[in-house]
């Protein structure tokens, strides 16, 4: 009969466990991934240049220790409060920023989030393709 309550014990303790591990292994399943395009160029001196499309980030050229930024409204479209995380692809991380990162949103909350593009004296000249990666986290 002993025996039998410690296996019983025991078998609630791993359940407990095994729930346990369910439920924080949720927290960081991202719920929604956005990608969004970046292209811009690096150039020698400054060049005026208008830039009017919106289906991705497109900074047109930055010249070599100058700046160049553009705003990303974020929108949280979920009925739960989510952690937000912004990454840059390698190509571009170097010469590319975000203002702030893992920012927590509530339900359909809004948050503008200013890019910059600054390319110091040893970025090479030409033109640079990345993405952005905008991922939705729940939090519990």
């Known amino acids: ?9 025991l078998l ?3 359940i407990l466990i095994i729930f346990n591990l369910y439920i924080n292994s949720r927290k960081n399943f991202p719920i929604a991934i956005q ?15 208008f830039v009017v499309d919106t289906d991705a980030l497109k900074f047109g050229p930055a010249h070599k220790g100058g700046y160049n930024t553009r705003d990303l409204i974020i929108t949280n479209p979920f009925l ?3 952690r937000v995380n912004l990454t840059l692809s390698d190509e571009i991380k170097n010469v590319t920023f975000v203002a702030f990162n893992n920012f927590i949103l509530q339900p359909n909350e809004t948050i503008n989030v200013t890019v910059k593009v ?11 393709t990345g993405y952005l ?5 729940r939090i519990d």
């Open 1 to 9: 009969m002993r025996k039998k309550i410690i296996i019983i014990i």
């Open 12 to 14: 609630c303790i791993i």
């Open 35 to 49: 990608t969004i395009p970046v292209f811009f160029g690096v150039t020698e001196s400054n060049e005026i240049v």
């Open 80 to 82: 739960i409060k989510v």
């Open 118 to 128: 600054k390319p110091d004296d040893s970025t090479p000249v030409g033109n640079y």
């Open 133 to 137: 990666n905008v991922t939705f986290y």
